[in-house]
C-alpha cells in the first residue's frame, strides 16, 4: 500500500485546508485534504506553490508530519520566518476553508517503511523535527515495535513542537526514548547546561552502535554537519545515516 | 555560519526534478566524473542561490547535476556523473 504512493507521476494538486492549530508562537500546523492524494511514507515532503495575482509564484519543500493513512488527509508544519516570503502567509493568513497548491509527496530516500524492524535512531534540529514525527506516528499506527529513540535539539522549553504528544508516547512503556537538548534556555529541572550537541550528549541519547540502528537526521544544515560527525565519531555506519538539510535559516529552498 | 555550510540537499531538488524524472531522483544512486564516489542523490549537496539548481558531490565539490528553467523548457545538465542508477521496477506495491 505505502509503496504504490512512488509509482504516482508528481503533479501539483489543490488541496484545501480543513484545521489549523499553533505548535509553537512561531510554528502553525496546517490539517488538509488533497483531492486523489496517492498515499505518503513517512518522511516524505511536499512543495507547496503560492502564487501572486500578478503571476510572480514562489515554491517552497515542507515535510509531512501526520502518519500516512487513507482518507487524503494531511498535515504539514510551518515554522514563521520573520523574513520570509511563503511562510508569514502559510502562518498567519492562510484560514480553513482556504486552497492551496501543493507538490507530492516528495523524496523515497528520506522515508522509514512500516515493515523496517532494525533500531531507529531519530535525530532532530529545531523544524527538523517534522519529518521525524511523521516516522514516530507512523510507527504508533501501525503497531511497529522497532525500537525508536529521538535526540531533539531545540532553542528553549517554548520552541519544542508536539511535546504533549511526544510525551504521552515515551511514558508509553518507553515506547519512544526522547531526549532534549535545548541550546538557548533550559528548563528548571535540567540537568545540562544549554549548548550545542556535543559527544557527552550523543553518549547518553542514542543507540550504542553495536545495535546497528538505522538514523535520520534532519534540521538545518550546519547541524545535520555536526550531528552527523558526532554519529560517525561514535562508531556510528555512514552508510546507515540518512540525512534532509533545512537552509540557514530553516526555511527551505 | 560559514559560507560554506549554505547548501541543501538532494532531497530539496526532487519535487523540481520530478518535472523530468518519473521516479524518486533522491533514492538513484549516481557516481561522481571526478572522483568516483557513488552516493544516492539525496546526499548531494545542493546549491539554490544561482538561477536554477547546482548538485555537487558530498566528497570532492564536484558539480553532478545543473538544472534551469528557460523560457519554458528544462534544462539539465548531467556531464558530472559517470551514471545516474534506479530501480527498474521501482517499489511495486506490496499488495
Redesign the interface.
Known sequence: ???????E??TWRVAKVVAVHDETATARTLALTVRDWPGQIAGQ???VRLTAPDGYSA?R?YSIASAPNSDGRIEITVERLPNGEVSPYLTKELMVGDDLEL??P?????VWRRDQTEPVQLVAGGSGIVPLMAMIRSRASAGSFAPFRLLYSVREPGAVFYRDELQALSDQNNSVIVTYAYTRATPKDSPRPPGRIDAALIATGTWPSNLAPTSYVCGP??FV?RATDLLIAAGQDRERI???????TGE?? | MSASMNYLDGNAAAGELSKVFAVDITSAEGQCANCGAKKRFAEAHLYMQCPGLIARCPLCGHVLLRCSNIRGRVFLDLRGMTYLSVESAPQEASN
Open positions: 500500500m505505502e509503496g504504490t504512493a512512488v509509482l507521476r508528481v515532503h511536499v512543495d515554491v519543500s507538490r507530492g516528495i523524496g523515497g530516500w528520506f544544515t550546519s554537519e540518512r540525512t534532509e538539510r533545512f537552509g540557514a527551505r529552498k
